[in-house]
């Protein structure tokens, strides 16, 4: 009898341990995909040519091997309507994504089990969305008539992103479901 109740508590211990791990890579996921989001809204990288680095928010120019912030071009290469939606859904999705690391740190402390990682799950997917919406409308509306250029990091990191917050927003759900 003692020593079923011995390997009891060792199955007890061995599972509480491996949900810690997979809590701090949960964790380590969503602080990749918050700073991810943050360097590609803010960095100047979204489009790129030998002498102009384009972002959400102003044209690099380089002159004379000097760097100068421009601002964006007007008119059709830039849809003023499509550029602010890109730059609020960007900016949504980095706030989504820090609201939900504060939710899911709160609720570990708060909540039962069965109701943890709901609502981090909740806002990693409003983030998820948001950053799909910013880079699929950058890709469909600028940039389309240009020969000569290519797609800056800062867009590669949104679709990085995009996966990241995708991921950890999936993993809340399941997580919801495996500990109620």
Known sequence: MEH??????????????????????????????????????????????????????????????????????????YPEDYLQAVQASAVLACIFSILGIFVFVAQLFTLSKGKRFTISGVFQALACLCIMIAASIYTDRFHLDEKQGWYGHCY??????????????ITYFVLRKKTG
């Open 4 to 77: 079923q109740s011995g390997q009891l508590q060792g199955a007890r211990e061995d599972s509480t341990v491996i949900m810690l791990i997979l809590l701090a890579a949960i964790f380590a996921i969503h602080i990749i995909g918050i700073i991810l989001l943050l360097v590609a809204t803010i960095d100047n990288a979204w489009w790129m040519t030998e002498n102009i680095s384009t972002d959400v928010w102003g044209r690099w120019v380089q002159t004379n091997g000097v760097w100068n912030l421009t601002d964006l071009p007007k008119g059709s290469h």
């Open 156 to 169: 590669i990191l949104a679709w990085i992103s995009f996966a990241l917050t995708f991921i950890s927003s």
